[in-house]
């Protein structure tokens, strides 16, 4: 019991440090190393023999150590490799050119409030190979923003139907999904296509429908709401664009991952890693034949490890304080209480997964980012999934989605941020607007995570 008050004080501390916009990372290692050191006191061993430097106190900062070379690695590097690429796409134009095309078809549909379903199916969809939630708005606020205003829409219609595109983190190339697979054991591509992608469907066609209703609602009682959209053509310039083709180039990493795998070629690995550098190449490739500039088009690779450090310093580092963290809440012996505690009171496999997704979710909401409390509780789940006799996978599911799902209901995430300045709008007047829509996304994920 003195394990579980210490280990509730200290997670209390942590996140009302982090609340007060402390550095999360220094906070999550120094909460981590509190709870190693209590552990150390009762006498709990920190690191197997093979891995202790012989003075156990030491070994608290050698688990960071080892964290840190696994992590940069494996995970780390895949992480790093896909921000990179999502760099280099957005420099050489190629996100623009995909999104811009996609955008074309919705000016076809009659209903406004049916083009903002489709605006968003459309937009989760660019979501699988452009996986930066920020990025992936602000090229929609470019692009398909001017589009939807254009054929009538409102401004926070529009606004709130962007600021969810990337609510459910899909894809290979997401970090936390490529998180969750690893830490499950799985081949991403097999997390994707058996677990995230059923769950998906089903969430995104209920979120387009919600969303057809709540926009409208809101539309009506502001009496901002059209029936009638007249057509015109966006805003977008292509003599500022790149040439077509280059909407393949961001689609090559997702369809040589996939590809390459057990659902078709499996005679062939594919790693994210690989696919990525190989796309890179190719990129480079359409850019010298594009500018015939070679020391242009060599120069440009810095955009691509630029893009990979600012993900090091930021996902790496916190994914290593959050399982220095999440350590120490192992070692100190309470999640086995919380455990025992859930068996106890009947909660059970399911119980305890609601439990864990709940705590996913509201830090994303207060924090803005779930990132933080998915990195420390996800690298419980294969422990806890073993004891109570689930899959991993099916506990990690609904806590990965949660953790997006939230943060499109967080008035102080970077994507609501940078859609409300684009469009000077409010930022809490957009989370009114996807609230309802995330919370239906919530249970859905859930729900059928659970079930399928």
């Given at each position: 019991?003195?394990?579980?008050?210490?280990?509730f004080?200290?997670?209390v501390?942590?996140?009302?440090?982090?609340?007060?916009?402390?550095?999360?990372?220094?906070?999550?290692?120094?909460?981590?190393?509190?709870?190693?050191?209590?552990?150390?006191?009762?006498?709990?061993?920190?690191?197997?023999?093979?891995k202790?430097?012989?003075?156990?106190?030491f070994?608290?900062?050698?688990?960071?150590?080892l964290?840190f070379?696994?992590?940069?690695?494996?995970?780390?590097?895949?992480?790093?490799?896909?921000?990179?690429?999502?760099?280099?796409?957005?420099?050489?134009?190629?996100?623009?050119?995909?999104?811009?095309?996609?955008?074309?078809?919705?000016?076809l549909?009659?209903?406004?409030?049916?083009?903002?379903?489709?605006?968003?199916?459309?937009?989760?969809?660019?979501?699988?190979?452009?996986?930066?939630?920020?990025g992936?708005?602000?090229?929609l606020?470019?692009?398909?923003?001017?589009?939807?205003?254009?054929?009538?829409?409102?401004?926070?219609?529009?606004v709130?139907?962007?600021?969810?595109?990337?609510?459910?983190?899909?894809?290979?190339?997401?970090g936390?999904?490529?998180?969750?697979?690893?830490?499950?054991?799985?081949?991403?591509?097999?997390?994707?296509?058996?677990?995230?992608?059923?769950?998906?469907?089903?969430?995104?066609?209920?979120?387009?429908?919600t969303?057809?209703?709540?926009?409208r609602?809101?539309?009506?009682?502001?009496?901002?709401?059209?029936?009638?959209?007249?057509?015109?053509?966006?805003?977008?310039?292509?003599?500022?664009?790149?040439?077509?083709?280059y909407?393949?180039l961001?689609?090559?990493?997702?369809?040589?991952?996939?590809?390459?795998?057990?659902?078709?070629?499996?005679?062939?690995?594919?790693?994210?890693?690989?696919?990525m550098?190989?796309?890179?190449?190719?990129?480079?490739?359409?850019e010298?034949?594009?500018?015939?500039?070679?020391?242009?088009?060599?120069?440009?690779?810095q955009?691509?490890?630029?893009?990979m450090?600012?993900?090091?310093?930021?996902?790496?580092?916190?994914?290593?304080?959050?399982?220095?963290f999440?350590?120490?809440?192992t070692?100190?012996g309470a999640?086995?209480?919380?455990?025992?505690?859930?068996?106890?009171?009947g909660?059970?496999?399911?119980?305890?997964?609601?439990?864990?997704?709940?705590?996913?979710?509201?830090?994303?909401?207060?924090?803005g980012?779930?990132?933080?409390?998915?990195?420390?509780?996800?690298?419980?789940?294969?422990?806890?999934?073993?004891?109570?006799?689930?899959?991993?996978?099916?506990?990690?599911?609904?806590?990965?989605?949660?953790?997006?799902?939230?943060?499109?209901?967080?008035?102080?995430t970077?994507?609501?941020i940078?859609?409300?300045?684009?469009?000077?709008?409010?930022?809490?007047?957009?989370?009114?607007?996807t609230?309802?829509?995330?919370?239906?996304?919530?249970?859905?994920?859930?729900?059928?995570?659970?079930?399928?």
């Open positions: 019991m003195l394990s579980l008050i210490l280990a004080i200290v997670t501390i942590v996140a009302t440090l982090i609340l007060k916009q402390y550095k999360a990372q220094t906070v999550l290692l120094v909460g981590g190393l509190v709870l190693m050191g209590a552990a150390v006191l009762m006498g709990y061993p920190l690191l197997d023999a093979k202790t430097t012989g003075f156990v106190w070994d608290l900062f050698k688990f960071i150590e964290t070379s696994t992590r940069a690695a494996g995970i780390g590097l895949m992480i790093m490799t896909v921000s990179g690429f999502a760099k280099y796409m957005s420099h050489i134009g190629a996100s623009r050119v995909l999104v811009h095309l996609t955008s074309r078809p919705l000016s549909l009659k209903s406004p409030y049916l083009l903002l379903s489709v605006a968003y199916i459309v937009g989760q969809l660019l979501n699988i190979v452009i996986p930066s939630a920020a992936l708005c602000v090229l606020m470019a692009t398909m923003y001017p589009v939807l205003v254009s054929l009538g829409v409102s401004r926070l219609s529009a709130a139907v962007i600021a969810t595109t990337p609510c459910l983190d899909l894809g290979p190339a997401s936390t999904a490529v998180f969750a697979a690893k830490t499950t054991g799985m081949d991403v591509a097999d997390y994707f296509i058996a677990e995230q992608l059923p769950v998906a469907v089903i969430t995104m066609v209920l979120i387009a429908v969303h057809f209703i709540v926009q609602y809101f539309d009506r009682k502001e009496g901002t709401e059209i029936k009638v959209m007249k057509l015109s053509e966006s805003t977008e310039k292509l003599s500022d664009l790149p040439p077509s083709i909407a393949i961001p689609l090559v990493p997702i369809a040589l991952v996939l590809i390459f795998s057990k659902l078709t070629i499996a005679t062939i690995k594919m790693p994210v890693v690989t696919a550098i190989i796309s890179i190449a190719l990129a480079m490739l359409f010298f034949i594009r500018t015939r500039d070679l020391k242009a088009v060599f120069k440009s690779i955009v691509f490890f630029d893009g450090g600012e993900i090091f310093a930021t996902v790496v580092t916190l994914i290593v304080a959050g399982e220095t999440a350590y120490g809440l070692k100190i999640i086995d209480l919380i455990i025992e505690g859930a068996r106890d009171s909660f059970g496999a399911v119980g305890i997964t609601l439990v864990m997704t709940l705590i996913v979710a509201i830090s994303a909401v207060i924090m980012s779930g990132n933080a409390p998915f990195y420390s509780f996800g690298a419980l789940v294969p422990d806890i999934a073993t004891k109570l006799s689930m899959l991993p996978a099916v506990m990690i599911t609904p806590m990965q989605m949660a953790s997006s799902i939230a943060r499109s209901a967080s008035p102080i970077a994507a609501i940078a859609v409300a300045g684009i469009a000077d709008v409010s930022p809490v007047d957009i989370v009114k607007r609230a309802i829509p995330m919370m239906v996304a919530l249970v859905s994920s859930f729900v059928f995570s659970i079930i399928l």
